[in-house]
T-cell receptor, first 111, second 115 residues
Framework: NAGVTQTPKFQVLKTGQSMTLQCAQD?????MSWYRQDPGMGLRLIHY???????DQGEVPNGYNVSRSTTEDFPLRLLSAAPSQTSVYFC??????????FGPGTRLTVT | AQKITQTQPGMFVQEKEAVTLDCTYD???????LFWYKQPSSGEMIFLIY??????QNATEGRYSLNFQKARKSANLVISASQLGDSAMYFC????????????FGSGTRLLVRP
């Protein structure tokens, strides 16, 4: 099992550009989440999904879209990148109510 | 609303000694879960230990134990016999029992283990 994979590892965008951060898991987990981590802070929840076709907003959803067409994939779209979205983005998945498995993260810089 | 507070931005511990990382939480939920994650300098999030609010015994995983005091709303992480590889950021997090995929994180504690 590869676990939770994220691509790309690093990305630099200009203000106003759009892009999609990819997240995939091969553990057949129902639950998937996206978090962002700003310097010196803990992770904050952006969006989450409780199964294919079902998504909802977390604590900081503005400027991001998600969809979940399959159990395996949960992409995060930045609609129009802003410098405030410079962060490290983590995708996570879980099967049940305990441990979340995190991907390696994507470091995004918006100039 | 749920909230996690970690009041120790940074801590030192001597190798082979035990260390306690503090975590207090606030929630109106009756059922919830508390988690600790380790983030080394390489950046990945590593799950360490989980405690459910209805678990009567404190959780233990190898050298990690969770000192759960429900009345005080605290969930401190105890690392015994510290190793140099324990140097990292440590995050406390919580989620409702029926939705622990929506975690609230504290701001973290940076632990440095001295040889």
């Amino acid at each position: 099992n590869a676990g939770v994979t994220q691509t790309p590892k690093f990305q630099v965008l200009k203000t106003g550009q759009s892009m999609t951060l990819q997240c995939a898991q091969d553990m057949n987990h129902e639950y998937m989440s996206w978090y962002r981590q700003d310097p010196g802070m803990g992770l904050r929840l952006i969006h989450y999904s409780v199964g294919a076709g079902i998504t909802d907003q977390g604590e900081v959803p503005n400027g991001y879209n998600v969809s979940r067409s399959t159990t395996e994939d949960f992409p995060l779209r930045l609609l129009s990148a802003a410098p405030s979205q410079t962060s490290v983005y983590f995708c996570a998945s879980s099967l049940d109510r305990d441990e979340q498995y995190f991907g390696p993260g994507t470091r995004l810089t918006v100039t | 609303a749920q909230k996690i507070t970690q009041t120790q931005p940074g801590m030192f511990v001597q190798e082979k000694e035990a260390v306690t990382l503090d975590c207090t939480y606030d929630t109106s939920d009756q059922s919830y879960g508390l988690f600790w994650y380790k983030q080394p300098s390489s950046g990945e999030m590593i799950f360490l230990i989980y405690q459910g609010s209805y678990d009567e015994q404190n959780a233990t995983e190898g050298r990690y134990s969770l000192n759960f005091q429900k009345a005080r709303k605290s969930a401190n992480l105890v690392i015994s016999a510290s190793q140099l590889g324990d140097s990292a950021m440590y995050f406390c997090a919580m989620g409702s029992m029926d939705s622990s995929y929506k975690l609230i994180f504290g701001s973290g504690t940076r632990l440095l283990v001295r040889p």
